[in-house]
């Protein structure tokens, strides 16, 4: 479909949105009706159509942007990446604005003083707002999603393909407790005086330490053996016309890391011989008939290096990613549609906070403290704004100043709240749409859950037991 085509489509869905849900609020209760107040506010203002009209203007603009071609696989992901990015920041932007601009002006009109003394209403108002901050979420996101979806179709213009893939890990590489303590106590009969020295805890790390090294190396010679079990539902039958990849990323060392080395992937009637370098990823398709009963056996022979002058003692995996089973399942526009549905349910929290914070701080200040919020989710927490200190710590005057303690404390804040919202670190899955990994059903419903649904409830909570303890003035002095 023509990108010309897809942005008026896209356009008519923001405008044709927009006017059914004001025809549904109109038609509702209170709630509704604290709604539909929410709506032609940010309608009024012209405020929801000018979001709407940027995040397309920039969907439609990326590929030039870029100098990306949809129809390139890796320019395809390139585009997924930096248009969820796009998407993410227009729509978390507006609805933070939203929920810290609504309450301070409906406090400075006098329309929540009045308001408020209708019996009920002051626990339906920010319920009935936040309802409002959603469906403006929904409005912006499906016109984008139409876009992404567009863009990332084949040649021939279907949906079905190009297909996600289900990355499974090895067996081996799963170590458990039990595995950790029949290991130790092996040690501590070969070599009591070696490992008697340790305490429980750190036996235990070493010994789990050691079983990960050996799991992730193959000697020089040697033959591994990697099992994986495809999980329910996900796997491909034995008689299956669709072929699965195995995925290695191996290292040679750092003696070794210019030199070439040989492969031996075999299984049951199939081998095959691949070069390989260090760290450089390198794909084998493996025959869906290996399958038995859900497993995947494979044995991988290291056969060292190309040049026989040259000696690799063993080859080893970076990390648990290094050897993956890539299985087909799913489509590009599906896990698209998953992962956008984790973005409202991060909008969602991010309205629900907004409303519950400018309960009791003005507008400039309760965007500011979201926004930091928003920046500490994304980025992990306030990089240098606070640092551990000691007697070997060189303190600059300047940082002694009470500003500074005070940033000190608000990032110690943000920090801590990240850390405790685990959930909005997992509920990010655009790195893994773009990488043409499938997202399952159940993370999203989870993570909507969780976001949307327990920590938004929260907020509302105790924004509408702040706001129900508060003065309200109806105006009359203006």
Wanted: net charge negative; glycine share 8%.
């Amino acid at each position: 479909m023509s990108l010309w085509i897809s942005t008026l489509v896209a356009l008519l869905l923001l405008w044709g949105l927009l006017a059914a849900l004001q025809f549904v609020v109109r038609r509702g209760g209170s709630l509704a009706a604290v709604t539909e107040v929410m709506v032609a506010e940010v309608w009024r203002r012209r405020f929801l159509p000018i979001a709407g009209l940027i995040l397309i203007t920039g969907l439609v603009c990326l590929p030039f942007i870029l100098g990306v071609d949809s129809g390139d696989p890796d320019d395809r992901r390139t585009l997924l990446q930096y248009g969820q990015g796009w998407t993410g920041l227009v729509t978390l932007a507006s609805i933070l604005v939203m929920g810290c601009s609504t309450l301070a002006d409906e406090r400075s009109s006098g329309r929540l003083g009045y308001l408020s003394l209708r019996p009920g209403l002051s626990y339906r108002w920010l319920p009935g707002k936040w309802l409002g901050m959603i469906c403006s979420a929904i409005i912006l996101l499906i016109p984008a999603t139409w876009l992404l979806i567009s863009q990332i179709t084949d040649s021939e213009g279907r949906w079905d393909n190009p297909s996600t893939i289900l990355p499974v890990s090895a067996d081996q590489f799963s170590v458990t407790a039990e595995d950790v303590e029949f290991y130790l106590l092996l040690k501590l009969e070969e070599s009591p005086l070696e490992w008697g020295q340790y305490s429980e805890e750190e036996g235990r790390a070493r010994a789990r330490q050691l079983l990960q090294r050996e799991a992730r190396s193959i000697a020089l010679g040697a033959t591994a053996y990697l099992d994986f079990t495809l999980p329910e539902g996900g796997g491909l039958e034995s008689d299956s016309a669709n072929s699965m990849r195995l995925s290695l990323r191996p290292a040679l060392g750092k003696a070794h890391r210019s030199r070439v080395a040989r492969l031996r992937v075999s299984g049951e009637d199939f081998s095959r011989d691949l070069l390989v370098t260090n760290g450089q990823r390198i794909s084998v398709e493996i025959p869906s008939r290996l399958i038995r009963n859900d497993k995947l056996s494979l044995e991988v022979e290291f056969l060292g290096a190309v040049a026989e002058e040259v000696v690799i003692p063993s080859l080893y995996w970076i990390d648990r990613n290094a050897v993956e089973l890539q299985v087909p399942k799913g489509t590009f526009a599906g896990s698209l549609i998953r992962s956008q549905l984790l973005l409202l349910a991060r909008s969602a929290f991010v309205a629900a906070l907004s409303l519950a914070v400018s309960t009791f701080l003005g507008f400039p200040v309760a965007t500011l403290l979201v926004f930091c919020f928003l920046l500490a989710a994304t980025g992990g927490g306030f990089v240098g704004a606070f640092e551990e200190t000691g007697p070997q710590t060189m303190v600059d005057p300047r940082q002694e100043s009470d500003s500074r303690r005070v940033i000190d404390l608000l990032a110690l804040g943000g920090e801590k709240i990240v850390h405790s919202l685990h959930d909005w670190k997992l509920s990010s899955r655009s790195e893994q749409v773009s990488a043409g990994e499938y997202i399952a059903g159940q993370d999203v419903w989870w993570g909507v859950f969780r976001l949307a649904g327990v920590w938004s409830s929260l907020a509302l909570l105790l924004g509408s037991f702040l706001l129900s303890n508060q003065e309200k003035s109806t105006g009359d002095e203006r």
